[in-house]
């Protein structure tokens, strides 16, 4: 079976109100209605998800989330439990998106432990990576990607890797309107495929690497056409609801 495409998007912290996540969740099951080809996804504040969800009830929009902690429960103030995500029909959920490594310190180590998490607790994660713009310069770009990937998935099961939804997202190119080219892309994409390929062997076709950075509808198609982009990890541009749609049709 041929691998469908995934197109997810990143809401971050939008839209300001809880009518508004209902109002652009229900126009995006409007924009991507018809795209059966492709998989979709929207990923809302977390205080947004239970309405969220209940918006895209019925529809074939799944709903992520963009943070978990490692931990079942406990004195955690301010954290939410994969376990939470989940009851809320939460399916996929972020881990290491650059603003969380960069703004909220995630470690390497930290984000491997959200990846195994999510897994435990029936949630497919999808494991940001990427590289700075200081360190495409410096040329070390793919061992920096690599090894992000080796953290993210420590200690996991070749069939729990297989069931991983990679990101690649260079740190230059999100919401900086400056999108990798799509040759820069699906060389570090070839780069992160070949990894995946020592680890899972040829599991390693079935699982999803999506690009984001920047991604809009007059980029999507050809950043898509690339052989090893599955997909994108959208953010500005999925705060509207018909660009939203056009990527996912791009995509499609
Ligand atoms: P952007 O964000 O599309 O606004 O560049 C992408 C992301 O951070 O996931």
């Given at each position: 079976m041929a691998k469908r495409k995934l197109v997810a998007g990143n809401w971050k912290m939008n839209p300001p109100?809880?009518?508004?996540?209902?109002?652009?969740?229900?126009?995006?099951?409007?924009?991507?209605?018809?795209?059966?080809?492709?998989?979709?996804?929207?990923?809302?504040?977390?205080?947004?998800?239970?309405?969220?969800?209940?918006?895209?009830?019925?529809?074939?929009?799944?709903?992520?989330?963009?943070?978990?902690?490692?931990?079942?429960?406990?004195?955690?103030?301010?954290?939410?439990?994969?376990?939470?995500?989940?009851?809320?029909?939460?399916?996929?959920?972020?881990?290491?998106?650059?603003?969380?490594?960069q703004l909220f310190g995630e470690s390497p180590a930290l984000v491997g432990a959200k990846v195994a998490a999510a897994h435990r607790d029936r949630l497919v994660p999808i494991l940001c990576v990427g590289e700075t713009l200081d360190e495409r310069d410096q040329g070390v770009t793919d061992t920096v990607v690599l090894g992000q990937l080796e953290q993210g998935l420590a200690g996991l099961d070749t069939a729990v890797i297989a069931e991983t939804v990679i990101a690649y997202e260079p740190v230059w190119a999100i919401g900086t309107g400056r999108n990798a080219t799509p040759e820069q892309a699906q060389a570090v994409h070839r780069v992160i495929r070949d990894w995946l390929r020592r680890q899972v062997g040829d599991l390693a076709d079935e699982l999803r690497v999506l690009y984001g950075g920047s991604v809009k509808p007059a980029n999507a198609a050809e950043l898509m056409a690339e052989p090893d982009i599955d997909g994108a990890l959208v953010g500005g541009a999925s705060l509207e609801a018909a660009g939203f749609g056009a990527i996912v049709r791009a995509a499609g």
């Open positions: 109100t809880l009518g508004k996540a209902e109002a652009l969740a229900r126009a995006v099951v409007e924009a991507t209605r018809g795209d059966a080809a492709v998989d979709v996804l929207v990923i809302p504040p977390a205080p947004f998800l239970g309405a969220v969800g209940a918006a895209l009830h019925g529809s074939a929009v799944a709903l992520g989330a963009q943070n978990l902690h490692p931990d079942r429960g406990g004195a955690y103030t301010g954290e939410v439990a994969g376990s939470m995500l989940h009851d809320l029909g939460v399916r996929y959920v972020l881990c290491g998106h650059s603003e969380r490594r």
